[in-house]
């Protein structure tokens, strides 16, 4: 018998922070799927993997063929396919929710092959569950510049978007991330899914990384829910803010990713300022994962929300030497076992 949620590996972090200038090449999507079919736990392994649709992983111009052999490769490696990560963003073809008409069409344009691709995926048998993954594709700081306006804006371009996919039979995810405008903190977050109000096909994708920023404040201080140079030590306090911030994504929550943070910042360029991904036994890592988890997992009786039917592993951003030794995924596969085992159900 299957147990679930089903565990998955993220491909991106194979692209995300690589290629260009002084930066380390990408990691091919075969080595990707070579070491998330090798890792194993006591005779556990990764059920499947997220991918993100862009070169040279997977265009987001894929022919039927090219998604059949697609579906075909995964699927020989005992793997199932579940969330995709549209490319929305001006760099990768897209553009900003918030900007230009032509920039919002590009984004709408990205969403709806995106949503094509989810379909022919599903048909092909290999992908059961999972969510296409939006976010606004703009910085906090143009953001800043009419909140109300720009929120309006955002909210509009993701109603269109709640069209396209309800067309393909798919629902979206906003990814909750500090360098998205918009979407910076929990009190946004939740600002534009009511604006957006449409809760069945639009919901909340959470990073156990990124949210433990919104907790802090970066990129919206109005907005922190620990105090200024908070005492790490103090556990109680976390829980509180983790919570108080759980408990108003949670039930927009439709897409989760266990990960994580020192709480610090990283990045560049469209991803500026955003969460520093750890390893899960870094001893800088300020999130107890199994435990925390549970916040986003289970409601506040306890019981296992069953709002996932599988959970993702996001380690954007680690150097190419540590991505190619299997012991990582080895190691990121047992957290995730652990985190099923406490938080899952048959």
């Given amino acids: 018998m299957s147990k679930n949620p089903a565990l998955h590996n993220a491909m991106w972090p194979g692209l995300v922070g690589k290629g260009g200038p002084g930066a380390e090449p990408p990691i091919d999507l075969d080595t990707m799927l070579n070491l998330t079919e090798a890792a194993s736990v006591d005779g556990v392994k990764f059920d499947g993997v997220d991918l993100f649709l862009f070169d040279p992983h997977v265009s987001i111009d894929s022919s039927d063929d090219d998604v059949k052999r697609l579906a075909e490769k995964i699927r020989g490696k005992n793997l199932a396919i579940g969330s995709l990560v549209a490319p929305v963003w001006p760099p990768t073809g897209g553009g900003s929710a918030m900007g230009s008409d032509e920039d919002r ?3 709408l344009t990205q969403v709806r092959k995106a949503c094509a691709i989810g379909q022919k995926l599903r048909a092909t048998g290999v992908r059961n ?8 594709a703009a910085s906090p700081s143009e953001w800043a510049k009419d909140p109300a306006g720009n929120t309006r804006k955002i909210a ?13 039979g798919e629902r979206l995810a906003a990814e909750g991330e500090i360098c998205w405008g918009g979407m910076h903190s929990v009190k946004r977050n939740v600002e534009l899914l009511e604006a957006v109000n449409r809760p069945k096909t639009l919901g909340f994708q959470a990073d156990m990384a990124h949210t433990l920023l919104f907790t802090m404040g970066y990129n919206a201080p109005d907005d922190r ?18 919570r108080t911030m759980t408990r108003a994504l949670r039930p927009w929550t439709i897409d989760f990713h266990v990960a994580q943070n020192d709480a610090t910042v990283k990045g560049s360029g469209s991803h500026d300022k ?3 991904h750890c390893l899960p036994h870094d001893p800088n890592g300020k ?9 986003w997992l289970r409601d506040d009786n306890g019981k296992p929300t069953r709002a996932v039917q599988h959970i993702c592993w996001d380690g954007c951003m680690f150097p190419n ?4 030794q299997q012991k990582t995924w080895n190691d ?4 995730m076992v652990a985190v099923r085992n406490a938080h899952g159900w048959q």
């Fill in 225 to 242: 829910l620990l105090p200024e140079n908070f005492d790490w030590s103090d556990q109680t306090a976390l829980d509180e803010g983790l």
């Fill in 105 to 107: 069409k590009n984004f």
């Fill in 321 to 324: 030497a540590t991505m190619a």
């Fill in 156 to 168: 509009d371009t993701f109603r269109q978007a709640c069209d396209i996919a309800e067309q393909f």
């Fill in 287 to 295: 999130l107890d994962i199994v435990r925390h988890a549970g916040f």
């Fill in 274 to 276: 955003t969460g520093r």
């Fill in 332 to 335: 990121i596969l047992g957290v």
């Fill in 129 to 136: 569950y999972g969510v296409i993954r939006i976010d606004s």
